[in-house]
């Protein structure tokens, strides 16, 4: 199955090569052009066949948050850095696996009822007694990702690591399947480092210099106990972006979405979260500007080891995006 796959595959940020391999192999035969670029971004074109057509680029990002080594301490526990934001209480306790198959225990230095966000208080103990004896399979340097396998839920919902954003990778790949002769220039970008940055999204939108940004990404849903305040639900349709703490979308494209998603029978929502950013950001400061949106999908305990969304809130991105890339945008007329 195509999302456990993307699920499994190891993709921290910065260390990509995986992850892009298992997509590449996926989409070979999809596209009219492939490139990777110099910071790993996949690159996926397909010729538009419009007379009015645009230049359209969605963004997923393929890495995934983990941890970086930077110390080997005496008695052999493994110091780290975040890569990407990091739930501090909620990764203490859980496992996580290096690029080369060692499998490690988050602990941490936290005093009972301290709350904190401090990283520098979280070690991996990869069950080594000494320095000498770590060393053996680790180094400085050396990255891992959660522990998280695929697991179906009820009610069509599924859980795993690293569901921001392999399922954006997903639904995008999905998109690409059902679009044949579309009426807009597509560039469909998997992209790098978008956890420390959204770096990949940058270069690869100065790269192509869209008419027009969508970002695929998760967004917090706001329908579990101590959840930030929000309207997002899972299993309440695709949610479209209005804005985060990266973007403020663009109201034409915002409408425009709105528009399609009714004239489709698409179940959708409005998504504002207060804070969190998506590749939109970085597309929409690229180059002298560019309009921006997004499509997201409603997630409970996102950066955790093991978030849970709705496939029938995928299944509706799916569709939405493949009738949003077929319209004809107009921006003379805003």
């Known amino acids: 199955m195509l999302l456990e796959k993307l699920i499994s595959a190891f993709g921290v940020s910065g260390y990509e090569k995986d992850i892009r391999s298992v997509i590449r192999e996926e989409i070979k035969e999809l596209a009219d052009e492939i490139t990777v670029d110099a910071l790993g971004n996949l690159i996926v074109y397909k010729s538009g066949v419009g007379e009015n057509k645009k230049k359209i ?3 997923a990002h393929m ?3 983990g941890f970086q080594v930077v110390k080997i301490e005496d008695k052999g526990n493994i110091r780290v850095r975040a890569l990407g934001g990091i739930p501090v209480i909620g990764t203490s306790m859980n496992r996580v696996k290096f690029r080369n198959g060692i499998i490690g225990l988050v602990a941490s230095t936290i005093k ?13 103990d990869i069950g080594a007694s000494s320095k000498e004896e770590a060393e053996k399979y680790l180094k400085v340097g050396d990255v891992a990702a959660y522990v998280g396998d695929y697991a179906e839920l009820k009610e069509n919902n ?18 690409l399947k059902k679009i044949n002769k579309p009426y807009n220039d597509l560039y469909f970008v998997f992209s790098t480092q978008e956890e420390v940055g959204l770096r990949g999204a940058t270069v690869a939108a100065n790269r192509i210099n869209p008419d027009l940004g969508i970002a695929l990404d998760v967004t917090t849903a ?3 106990p101590n959840c930030p305040e929000g309207s997002n639900k899972v299993g309440e349709g695709t949610a479209i972006k209005v804005s985060d703490g990266s973007v403020i979308c663009n109201e034409y494209l915002v409408e425009e979405m709105v528009n399609c998603a009714k004239e489709n029978n698409i179940k959708y929502q409005l998504d504002v979260i207060d804070g969190g950013g998506t590749d939109a950001g970085a597309i929409n400061k690229s180059n002298f500007g560019v309009r921006a949106t997004g499509i997201s999908v409603a997630t409970r305990y996102v950066h955790g080891p093991n978030a849970l969304l709705s496939m029938d809130d995928t299944n509706a991105s799916i569709d939405l995006l493949v009738n949003y890339v077929n319209r004809e945008f107009n921006f003379d007329e805003e």
């Open 112 to 124: 009972e009822k301290e709350l904190t966000t401090d990283t520098k208080k979280l070690y991996i």
């Open 158 to 175: 599924i859980t795993g690591k690293a569901l921001d954003d392999r399922i954006g990778c997903y639904i995008l790949v999905e998109a």
């Open 57 to 59: 680029m969605a963004s």
């Open 222 to 224: 706001h329908d579990f």
């Open 63 to 65: 890495d995934e948050i």
